[in-house]
């Protein structure tokens, strides 16, 4: 099996699903209806590898119990391509600057003599590690289904060749943004998925909507890919590198990459203070971006223009994960920063809040769903921004089992858009339950995971979340003291660095106050709003249910049903069933399995990232907290049985909730004004400065070039009075041409 | 041959070139039959071969004779592809003065007329037809054998 080595496996998870991307293009329009073939076995076959490298990884993790039970140590794997771009010399820091200061001290770590002079590479490296095969695994499979449930939901649609196209395009880039081992190559695929993500939401372009969603969110993501630029910067001036893993230059010696585990077993690896903290919070500037927290959240529901299956990979299960994965991945920088993590955290919680609350008021069933995923997100960086191993772990575990149930609602939805006639609003149809049987059992599991339900997958990763926050905030009821840890990396740097200015960095990063906030009363403040949350969640997905599948069946007049036996069925073709109950399955079972095994994390925290000691050392013990459990649970039923009181039986809504809500109710509706206040603050600004711009263009700059036009304009008008059209006069100019030249030669010669 | 034999011979090649030359370059800018014209390039060419020959006997060079015989070679095939150009313009047109293709000036300048040409459409010029051997012409004793003007 020589050909089928782990590196060959690796490459094969990306290739496969661009070679498929490139034939659709190619024999798309010769294939028509089955354009999908190509692309579902390209994707197909990077499912079946990536599960292949999940148990390969898997295998290298050391067991957690038994006889062999050792201290985790990192498992890595890294398939170098070849080097994309190579200088030496590329940059000489100024002595005394903060980046030769942090140089030297990666020149200790490898024990080098030094030297300022810093070269550049770009090798094209993919890495298998835990936490890239999980990912991996989950951006495969999920791709999968929805390419199989597109089959059915995209029939007949003129575009059906570009969206499988597309669709392999996008599991290509995201498979190699989270096997990239480089912070460049990230970048890259960073922006590719961002523009997989602009043509899907665009893919009806010929809607005005569509169109200008898709602008709005790749305008959105420029401001944070514009931080992750930054960021990328930042860190290549700090760490003279930007691979993940250790490399051995041509001389022989090792050179620590940022995430490599040379500097992993160094606590002073990592820089804190001003420039680690300002690296921390590009990276989270970035995460904010793709992953829609707050402040740049909104592109999100705008998103949900572009055709279900794509809001379902991408703006739900997939590509919105990034985010979490970026700083899952940087773990260690920001371990490094408590204060950066806090906020983290707080952004999180305060996006998770905002976005169910705005959620409880919507009517359009897919933007219930895109304000759900917008909060189960803000879960998720609560969740990292804890900093503990308990807390990262729980992050990939709520992103896996989101993944699962989010997926299926979306599909869900996806399906009663598809038999209701486009219709989306869910004043317009209900009862659906009698009429979509297969549609509304999977889509009440996946409600029911999504509202934390015991025992569906959202119940036990939700109650992770929630229990790393409460570790955080009731420090001593866990017997944790983790911020000594914490904190511990940024002071020895500091104190090794001689540069003056980077030793004043902890000043300068504490004069921003980011650190104060690390105090247990904020982590309890966020575990409240994560529980209010948690019921709010459950409120909104149950009277979405409520709505939409039960009370009097009502459907709109463009509804396509077809009869069957007597009565009409309106449920969807089997390839949009097969993946609901694939995926329905799968958001009942995977939680509980791998919460009781404790196999994700333990197979988690192998991740080399994780293995930094500020991390790894937070470990405790896998515990089911039932406080929190009943806690939780007493949460999502307060919700359902509210939800039930106020739509089970189809009741009416809107004046229900005026009354209930008030002003509130106005609030939420208005998405807290973001939009608004977005035109007024910077839409508005850039519009006039565009104005501005397209009267100096159409009037200065276009006012010169056509004066410059004029001239030989004038020129041609006096020399065409000598185009006669007669032979000898042109005969003539050229004999009188060249005797001038003649006597003037000779006056030359003669003088 | 002395040097002065030499140089007098020079002096009269050049001069016969010189003529040549010029005369081909007057024909040129004064007459608007196209063949004429065409002629009239030709001479010019002799004209430079002329002196060409002549500076390269007087310096002892053949450079000169192999580049004439180049240029005579050349002006063959030229005066080949010439000839179709004047043929196609003239089954064009019907006519063969250079004159008849002023219509090609810039729009805004107006038409030059030194002398009216025959209107289009009037009956063809006659071409000239060889008189057969041996056979008493047409018309007379006194009937003009030969076109006025061409």
């Known amino acids: 099996m020589q050909d089928l080595s782990p590196a060959t496996l690796l490459v094969l998870v990306p290739l496969l699903p661009l070679i498929g991307a490139i034939l659709t293009v190619l024999l798309g329009g010769r294939l028509g209806g089955r354009a999908h073939l190509p ?7 990077a499912a079946v590898v990536a599960i292949l490298l999940l148990a390969a990884t898997a295998r290298d993790v050391s067991p957690a119990h038994g006889p062999r039970a050792e201290p985790i140590r990192p498992v890595e794997m890294i398939a170098t391509l070849w080097n994309w771009a190579s200088f030496d010399d590329a940059y000489t820091p100024p002595p005394g600057s903060p980046a030769a ?16 002079v810093r070269g550049f590479s770009i090798p094209v490296s993919l890495r298998l590690d835990p936490l890239t095969a999980t990912m991996l695994t989950i951006i495969t499979s999920v791709g999968l289904l929805v390419a199989i449930y597109s089959t059915g939901y995209m029939h007949g649609d003129p575009g059906y060749p ?3 196209a597309l669709v392999a395009m996008f599991v290509f880039s995201m498979s190699m943004l989270v096997a990239a081992s480089n912070f460049l190559l990230v970048y890259v695929f960073w922006e590719a998925v961002g523009a997989c993500s602009y043509l899907l939401i665009g893919f009806w372009f010929t809607k005005p909507e569509a169109a200008r969603a898709a602008k709005k969110a790749f305008l959105v993501n420029r401001v944070g890919d514009f931080g992750l630029a ?55 500037l970035a995460a904010c971006g793709k992953s829609a927290q707050l402040p740049l959240h909104v592109w999100l529901p705008d998103a949900m223009e572009g055709p279900t299956p794509a809001s379902a990979l991408i703006h739900a299960a997939t590509m919105v994960t990034a985010g979490i994965y970026l700083v899952a991945r940087s773990a260690p920088l920001f371990a490094a920063c408590p204060g950066a993590l806090t906020l983290v955290s707080i952004v999180g919680a305060t996006t998770a809040l905002v976005a169910a609350l705005i959620g409880t008021v919507q009517n359009d069933l897919k933007r219930v769903l895109a304000y759900s995923t917008i909060s189960q997100l803000g879960y998720m960086f609560a969740s990292l921004g804890t900093g503990t191993l308990l807390g990262f772990t729980a992050a990939i575990f709520h992103l896996l089992t989101h993944a699962c149930f989010k997926a299926l609602l979306f599909l869900g939805a996806g399906s009663v858009m598809h038999s209701m006639g486009g219709v989306i609003d869910m004043r317009r149809f209900g009862g659906l339950r009698r009429v979509m049987p297969v549609t509304a059992a999977t889509f009440l599991v996946g409600a029911l995971a999504l509202a934390g339900v015991a025992p569906f997958a959202g119940f036990f990763s939700k109650d992770e979340i929630l229990a790393a926050l409460h570790a ?205 206040i977005y035109t007024a603050l910077v839409v508005r600004p850039l519009e006039a400065l565009s104005l ?8 200065v700059i276009d006012g010169a070039v056509d004066a410059i036009a004029h001239v030989p304009v004038a020129v041609g008008g006096i020399i065409r ?18 005797l001038t030249i003649v006597v003037l030669l000779a006056w030359q010669l003669r003088g | 041959m002395n040097p002065v034999q030499s140089l007098a011979m020079l002096q009269n090649a050049l001069t016969v070139g ?27 060419l002799q004209g430079i071969s002329v002196s060409l020959v002549a500076w390269s006997r007087h310096h002892g060079d053949w450079g000169g004779h192999v580049l004439v015989i180049f240029v005579l070679t050349v002006a063959a095939c030229e005066a080949a592809v010439a000839l179709v150009f004047v043929l196609q313009a003239f089954s064009r047109t019907g006519r063969l003065d250079a004159a008849a293709w002023q219509s090609l000036r810039e729009a805004t300048v107006g038409r030059t007329v030194d002398r009216e040409l025959p209107a289009a459409g009037a009956a063809p010029p006659p071409f000239p037809t060889l008189t057969r051997a041996g056979v008493q012409p047409p018309g007379g004793e006194h009937a003009p054998l030969e076109r006025e003007h061409v």
């Open chain 1, 39 to 45: 692309a579902m076995a390209g994707i197909a076959g």
């Open chain 1, 692 to 699: 501005v711009a397209a009267l100096v263009d159409r009037h």
């Open chain 1, 162 to 164: 570009r969206f499988f």
């Open chain 1, 230 to 284: 930054i960021g990328v910067f930042l860190l290549w001036m700090t760490y003279g590198t930007l691979d993940f893993h250790d490399t051995i230059s041509p001389q022989g010696v090792i050179m620590p990459g940022i995430l490599g585990q040379t500097r992993l077993a160094d606590a002073a690896g990592y820089a804190g203070g001003a420039v680690g903290t300002a690296i921390c919070l590009l990276l989270l």
């Open chain 1, 472 to 676: 955080k905030g009731w420090p001593s009821a866990h017997g944790e003291h983790h911020a000594v840890v914490a904190t511990e990396g940024p002071l020895r740097l500091a104190s090794f660095a001689t540069g003056a200015s980077f030793a004043t960095g902890a000043a300068a990063h504490d004069a921003v106050g980011l650190d104060t906030l690390d105090r247990p009363e904020t982590w309890r403040l966020l575990f409240w709003m994560s529980l209010a949350t948690a019921g709010l969640t459950a409120f909104y997905t149950f009277r979405a249910v409520f709505m939409t599948f039960t009370g009097p069946t009502r459907v709109p007049s463009g509804a396509h049903g077809h009869g069957e036996h007597g009565h009409e069925s309106y449920e969807s073709p089997a390839p949009m069933t097969l993946p609901l109950i694939v995926l329905a399955v799968a958001s009942a079972a995977v939680g509980w399995l791998l919460f009781a095994t404790n196999w994700l994390s333990h197979f988690l925290s192998a991740t080399p990232s994780l293995t930094a000691a500020a991390v790894a050392s937070t470990a405790v013990p896998h515990a089911f907290h039932l406080d929190l459990a009943i806690q939780g649970t007493l949460a999502a039923a307060i919700g359902i049985v509210v939800a039930a009181i106020g739509h089970l039986g189809r009741r009416s809504d809107g004046p229900q909730m005026e009354r209930f809500l008030g002003p509130l109710q106005t609030l939420f509706a208005n998405k807290f004004y973001f939009d608004q």
């Open chain 1, 101 to 116: 200061a942090v140089r030297s001290v990666a020149d200790a770590t490898a024990g080098r003599a030094g030297g300022d």
């Open chain 2, 18 to 44: 010189a003529i040549l030359f010029s005369l081909g370059l007057v024909g040129i800018l004064t007459r608007r039959n196209l063949i004429v014209m065409f002629l009239a390039a030709e001479m010019m």
């Open chain 1, 721 to 738: 009075r000598g185009q006669s059209g007669l032979m000898q006069r042109y005969a003539l100019a050229g004999v009188m041409g060249v």
